[in-house]
């Protein structure tokens, strides 16, 4: 069995709660394929390419991680890199119904996949990109966040 784990989201952007579970992760997986979801029913701020290149920038520091774009079902993605760990961050109780139910689905969908959960640090466990994107927008403080290079991209985007 080979000991490559798979984390996947939309990264719209990537913050410091992802890249906490990824640093968790890369202690236990000998490689980690990092999925950036490219059709995704979320309507992103980033472009594919944007999202994945903050990706890689941010994380140029995990030997370990190599980062890629998806646009299939995430078992096959899985199945064609031959990970066979999928990392899901659970931030708190109300992650848990709809972390219970794509891991239920994806174990439906493949037997090959298991699920393992990892807790983020305390302090990032509010983060969403949804609520960084918006405190970007109304020109908040973003450093507490996500990285400079995300910040900086988040301020272009809304040109400030
Ligand atoms: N720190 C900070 N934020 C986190 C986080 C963490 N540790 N963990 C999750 N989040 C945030 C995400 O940024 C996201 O925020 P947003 O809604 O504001 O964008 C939110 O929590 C939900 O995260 P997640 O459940 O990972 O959603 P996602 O949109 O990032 O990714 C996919 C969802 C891509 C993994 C899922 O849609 C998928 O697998 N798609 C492929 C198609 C497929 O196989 N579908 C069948 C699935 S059963």
Known sequence: MSSIAMYAGTFDPITYGHIDVIERASKMF???IVA???SSHKKTL???EERLNLCV???QHLPSIKVKSFNNLL???AKENEAHI???????VLDFDYEYHLASMNRQLSSMLESVFLLPAENYRYISS???RE???LQGELNHFVPSTVARALEKKYSR
């Open 30 to 32: 000998e490689k980690i």
């Open 36 to 38: 950036v979801a490219a």
């Open 46 to 48: 980033f472009s594919l």
């Open 57 to 59: 920038t941010v994380l």
């Open 75 to 77: 078992v096959d993605f």
């Open 86 to 92: 999928l990392i899901r961050g659970l931030r708190g």
């Open 130 to 132: 949804t609520l960084v």
């Open 135 to 137: 405190v970007a927008g």
